[in-house]
Structures are given as structure tokens and as C-alpha cells.
């Protein structure tokens, strides 16, 4: 057991509610809850007989109006690996790990078109669906900073180096594609793939830099020895 880091965890779980609460504030401040538009892109989902060609067929999608984002709860953030900085021994660094959770489902609207094209025929239906991630959870890495003197140990700062976001369970439902119905699976694994991949990515680009600003708000705190 490390005493100094036990103390600086127990400053920081102490802090906890109050962070919790600024940064889900900060999420809604800057319009990432609702948030307008998360992902779009444009991929190939197969090919249909149009009689003139073989005609491929492309889905041009949108993910938006997403709610829930600012329901983030830090659960913990606990610091290891505390030594002595080797740039002012006066001061110690270490290791940061963060593990944090949603208290609600993420909702997203799925919009956009399917279209093919062979010479002047360009059939088009438009998409209109949902998306609902549950279980989302994000974990993180980085770094702390603290000072001590013979009566109080301060912790300076907090720095999280990257991001990992990740969920139990995603649905999406895409509503009739007329002509194209038979490329509905295709297109649903598009989006499913974009969650996986873009739009995780986003959402961990997204609360990153609002977990930084908030904690580091807050900072330095002091804790008599």
C-alpha cells in the first residue's frame, strides 16, 4: 500500500460528483446533447437489375440528433506508478486510469438516401431510421502531477492521453427501403460498422478534451498530512 497514493485517490473520489457534474454541463454547453450531427458517409451496399445495366447501388447516410451523451459518470479515476519527477523532486508523477459509464441509452436519428444510377435512371429512396446504443462505457489513460511538503500533499494535475469507448448492445431499425428492400441488411451493417468504428471514435474525441477541462478546473487540491 502506498499511503500517498491512497490519499490522493480518496481527494479524488471526493471530488467525483462535483466533476461528474461539470462535465456533463459542459457536454450540454456545447451542443453535444442533443447533438446534431455525429457521422455521415457514403458507401456501396450492392447492385440492382435496372433492365438498360446492372446498376450499383449506394447508400448516402447521416447519424444525428443523438441524446443522452451528457448521462456521463466518472466512476473512478485512480492514480498508480507514483514517483518522484525526475525534472523537480519536489514534485511526483505518476499514472492515471479512468473508468466511466452512461446512466442512460444513447438515441441517434439515421437519415440520407439509397440511390442507383444507370444513364439517365437514378431511382433514390430516402433513409429514415434509429439507433439506440445501451451499455456505453469509456475507459481512459494518462497521467498526474502532484507536489508535497513536510504538511500537505497537492494534487496539481491531471492529464488523460487517450480514450476507449465501447457498449453492450447496439439496434438499429431503418424503415422500408421500397425497391431497395432487399439491401436493407447491407445497409444496416453499414451503420452497425460506423458505431463500431467512426462514431465510437467521435464520442471518445468528444469527452476527452471535456473530462480534461473540468477536472483540471478543479485542481490543484490540497490535503493536509
Given at each position: 500500500m502506498n499511503p500517498i497514493e491512497d490519499l490522493l485517490n480518496q481527494m479524488i473520489a471526493g471530488m467525483l460528483p462535483q466533476i461528474n457534474s461539470a462535465i456533463q454541463q459542459n457536454i450540454r454547453?456545447?451542443?453535444?446533447?442533443?447533438?446534431?450531427?455525429?457521422?455521415?458517409?457514403?458507401?456501396?451496399?450492392?447492385?440492382?437489375?435496372?433492365?438498360?445495366?446492372?446498376?450499383?447501388?449506394?447508400?448516402?447516410?447521416?447519424?444525428?440528433?443523438?441524446?443522452?451523451?451528457?448521462?456521463?459518470?466518472?466512476?473512478?479515476?485512480?492514480?498508480?506508478?507514483?514517483?518522484?519527477?525526475?525534472?523537480?523532486?519536489?514534485?511526483?508523477?505518476?499514472?492515471?486510469?479512468?473508468?466511466?459509464?452512461?446512466?442512460?441509452?444513447?438515441?441517434?436519428?439515421?437519415?440520407?438516401?439509397?440511390?442507383?444510377?444507370?444513364?439517365?435512371?437514378?431511382?433514390?429512396?430516402?433513409?429514415?431510421?434509429?439507433?439506440t446504443v445501451s451499455g456505453l462505457r469509456a475507459s481512459a489513460t494518462g497521467f498526474f502531477s502532484a507536489s508535497q511538503t513536510d504538511d500537505a500533499i497537492c494534487l496539481d494535475s491531471i492529464s488523460m492521453s487517450n480514450m476507449d469507448v465501447d457498449y453492450s448492445e447496439l439496434s438499429v431499425h431503418v424503415d422500408s427501403l421500397g425497391v431497395f428492400g432487399f439491401l436493407l441488411d447491407p445497409l444496416v451493417n453499414v451503420i452497425v460498422g460506423a458505431f463500431k468504428g467512426q462514431i465510437t471514435g467521435a464520442i471518445a474525441s468528444a469527452l476527452k478534451p471535456a473530462v480534461n477541462s473540468e477536472v483540471n478546473k478543479m485542481l490543484p487540491q490540497c490535503q493536509s498530512l
Open positions: 454547453n456545447n451542443n453535444l446533447d442533443p447533438w446534431g450531427q455525429v457521422a455521415h458517409g457514403s458507401e456501396g451496399i450492392g447492385s440492382i437489375d435496372l433492365i438498360l445495366c446492372d446498376a450499383s447501388v449506394g447508400a448516402n447516410y447521416n447519424v444525428g440528433n443523438m441524446r443522452g451523451l451528457s448521462s456521463i459518470t466518472i466512476n473512478s479515476i485512480t492514480v498508480s506508478n507514483t514517483q518522484d519527477d525526475p525534472q523537480d523532486p519536489a514534485k511526483l508523477v505518476g499514472n492515471i486510469s479512468v473508468v466511466a459509464s452512461m446512466a442512460q441509452n444513447l438515441d441517434a436519428a439515421l437519415w440520407g438516401n439509397v440511390e442507383a444510377k444507370c444513364g439517365f435512371a437514378h431511382p433514390s429512396v430516402s433513409i429514415d431510421g434509429s439507433a
